[in-house]
């Protein structure tokens, strides 16, 4: 049985879709990005991350640059933190499963500043703990320093997110995945990886972790 669940939270915990699309078009503006509307947002769920950058002429390649927007893309971010909610049923499901014991957790490519602020706008309380990842590509690294610093095993930890580098990230530590329909990539694109499960509604979560 599961101890931790962790959870990702831009469109896995919350629907930051349209924040996020403000703070890019930004950006690119002064990086001299392609801007985006909801309709291209949309297409884009269906590319791999390398082929978005491309599509955004985004170099990928700029290593410091990317870092740099990143850190600059959090900072922007947070200016509209009480415009975001909850995915519907989301905290209800959350609220269930603590309730049944399971430590939750969130780890994020967000900034752990950006999530904690959330949750205290949203008087959302009970979370274990808040995470930051290294960057697109360092969520592994990540899982496995909560697991090493939590004195958890693989099996003890579930993670939780709408992306394929979510995915092959715990395939990385080797932990359990659910995989949710609803945010940034297709169900098509998570099958792909072979998520342990994969859900298009939030209550599926909890029939899944309690039984």
């Given at each position: 049985m599961y101890k931790h669940i962790i959870f990702d939270f831009d469109g896995?915990?919350?629907?930051?879709?349209?924040?996020?699309?403000?703070?890019?078009?930004?950006?690119?503006?002064?990086?001299?990005?392609?801007?985006?509307?909801h309709e291209e947002y949309k297409l884009?769920?269906?590319?791999?991350?390398?082929?978005?950058?491309?599509?955004?002429n985004v170099p990928m390649y700029k290593i410091l640059l990317i870092r740099k927007i990143g850190k600059e893309f959090k900072e922007r971010y947070k200016q509209h933190l009480n415009s975001i909610l909850f995915i519907d049923q989301m905290r209800e499901v959350v609220n269930a499963l603590q309730n049944k014991g399971y430590k939750i957790a969130i780890i994020t490519s967000n900034s752990a500043a950006n999530v904690s602020n959330f949750l205290h706008t949203q008087n959302f309380k009970g979370i274990h703990e808040v995470r930051s990842s290294n960057g697109l590509f360092g969520k592994h690294q990540t899982l496995k320093?909560?697991?090493?610093?939590?004195?958890?095993?693989?099996?003890?930890?579930?993670?939780?997110?709408?992306?394929?580098?979510?995915?092959?990230?715990c395939k990385k530590c080797e932990i359990d995945v659910i995989a949710v329909s609803w945010g940034l990539d297709t169900k098509e694109s998570l099958l792909a990886e072979s998520p342990n499960y994969i859900v298009d509604q939030p209550h599926e979560i909890r029939e899944i972790l309690i039984k």
């Open positions: 896995t915990l919350v629907d930051s879709t349209s924040e996020i699309m403000i703070v890019y078009n930004e950006l690119a503006v002064k990086y001299n990005f392609k801007k985006v509307n884009l769920n269906h590319l791999s991350l390398k082929e978005r950058f491309k599509a955004l320093k909560y697991l090493k610093d939590n004195q958890l095993n693989r099996e003890d930890v579930i993670y939780i997110g709408d992306e394929t580098r979510d995915i092959i990230a």
